[in-house]
């Protein structure tokens, strides 16, 4: 086994707003083949930069699990975009009693604190953050998962248009499995690869499906893993946000993908927001592109390779 690390990162901060110690373990969920910052020992850490998540209680499980990776006396760098979480960074680290020094660059909030000897609060901010069943899905989840509590509307409206499938297909962007275990449910499929590039989805995902026909994969999606091809379909809800920022050359990402990876013949099922303009990448790819739905915000294709 590699040595256990004394200092981590979460993240990509800006380099010009947080110095990264060399070697630093990258933690991040969001960056495939990261380590768990859950698996950190307690009290082993010299150096923690993170790039604190915006939602409230992602951020906190986040901090109190490097509080707790830190040694006492260890040293601890937050930070954030002001509107995702910065203005609330230095408070909640406070809360964990912490001295906080305080200051403001580029839009962010950025807090360098020592871990005391005794911090308060971090298991009860653990716990918060930790996955567990949610009894309106029916399925393991965790925060900070794209709808980890709730049916995204773009999903329903896919699940209530989605044909009986067959043969070997994928679910790119797969999240908790949602759109997985309703493609599954027909005998006609083969096998099913489901990815997506959150590591906590995966996790969540692989408890929910536990189908032998399918296969779970942590891999960002513009790049060129996993290998995929011949496949007989693919349905994706894809995001369209990077770093809470919207990044419409994410979907544009996911449908070249798709493209690449099915058969002539093969079938895209395909739910996005009506403002994002995926009509012209899709006509590009596929040799027929139909509208099946628009409702809610939301707009359905199916498109024929």
């Not at 995702?84 to 009693?97: D, P, S, Y």
Request: glycine share 10%.
């Amino acid at each position: 086994m590699p040595p256990a690390p004394d200092a981590i990162v979460h993240g990509l901060p800006p380099t010009e707003l947080a110095s990264v110690p060399d070697g630093a373990a990258q933690v991040s969920p969001l960056i495939p083949g990261s380590e768990r910052l859950e698996d950190i020992a307690p009290d082993s850490l010299d150096r923690a930069v993170l790039l604190a998540p915006a939602g409230t209680v992602e951020r906190r499980y986040a901090l109190a699990l490097a509080l707790r990776g830190l040694k006492p006396g260890g040293q601890l760098t937050a930070l954030a975009p002001k509107d995702k979480g910065g203005t609330r960074l230095g408070k909640e680290l406070r809360n964990f009693g912490c001295a906080v020094a305080e200051d403001a660059k580029r839009h962010h909030r950025i807090c360098t604190v020592m871990r005391p000897a005794a911090p308060t609060g971090l298991d009860e901010a653990i716990q918060a953050g930790r996955p567990r069943h949610v009894d309106n899905l029916a399925l393991c989840t965790q925060p900070g998962i794209f709808s980890w509590d709730r049916l995204d509307p773009g999903t329903a409206l896919l699940l209530r248009h989605l044909p009986t499938l067959s043969g070997k297909g994928a679910d790119l962007g797969c999240g908790l499995g949602i759109l997985s275990l309703a493609v599954l449910r027909s005998d006609k499929v083969a096998s099913l690869a489901m990815i997506d590039i959150d590591r906590r989805a995966i996790d969540m995902a692989r408890r929910n499906v536990g189908e032998a026909r399918a296969s779970v994969h942590w891999a960002d999606l513009r790049g060129s893993d996993p290998t995929l091809s011949g496949l007989d379909f693919v349905v994706t809800n894809p995001p369209f946000h990077d770093g809470g920022a919207e990044d419409q050359a994410l979907g544009k990402a996911f449908i070249g993908r798709a493209a690449a990876a099915l058969r002539n013949g093969g079938t895209l099922y395909l739910v996005a927001n009506a403002h994002l303009p995926y009509e012209a990448p899709l006509r590009a790819a596929f040799k027929t592109v139909t509208p099946m739905a628009t409702e809610g915000g939301y707009k359905l294709f199916e498109a024929r390779k």
